[in-house]
């Protein structure tokens, strides 16, 4: 659901200090891909391009109504209409967790950035997205128990 301008990080641990700039990992760039071409279905108003990325039980939740999922053919009605495949993906992560792929990253809306989790599991031999969950980001005044005050600066190895 994006147009991938790039993905990197850089770390600084002083004001002397060099920084690093992380390479991808195969897992990240992997789904960057998946990403893009079902944003670029998102993009193009194609119904049958979506649906070939979902998996038959997708369902979307969103953080404001956790309670209440959307299904696959009422999100695949609504993404295809309103068009929005939102804005380039930063900040992406991707663990395997034996079966499936959880990704993380954050993403411009129209609305506002918004950090969106996306589960993939593998179906005859291609990935589908299988559950997605979406809030807004970038709000500090939300606190998440086990965050803590302040954000921590961790390097992350790749």
Do not use: C, H
């Amino acid at each position: 659901m994006a147009t991938v301008v790039g993905v990197s990080a850089v770390v600084a641990v002083g004001a002397d200090a060099p920084t690093r700039i992380p390479t991808v990992t195969r897992l990240v760039k992997l789904f960057m891909e998946r990403e893009t071409q079902l944003g670029d279905a998102v993009r193009a108003g194609d119904a049958a391009g979506v649906e070939r990325n979902l998996a038959e039980d997708f369902e979307l939740r969103v953080g404001a109504r956790p309670g209440r999922p959307v299904p696959r053919a009422d999100f695949v009605q609504a993404i295809v209409q309103g068009r929005d495949a939102g804005g380039e993906i930063t900040a992406m992560a991707a663990n395997d967790v034996g079966g499936a792929v959880v990704v993380s990253y954050t993403q411009a809306s129209r609305s506002g950035p918004l950090f969106v989790v996306d589960v993939w599991r593998m179906k005859d031999d291609d990935w589908k997205l299988a559950i997605r969950y979406a809030s807004p980001a970038g709000s500090a005044r939300t606190v998440i128990p086990g965050a803590g005050a302040e954000e921590a600066v961790i390097p992350k190895k790749y």
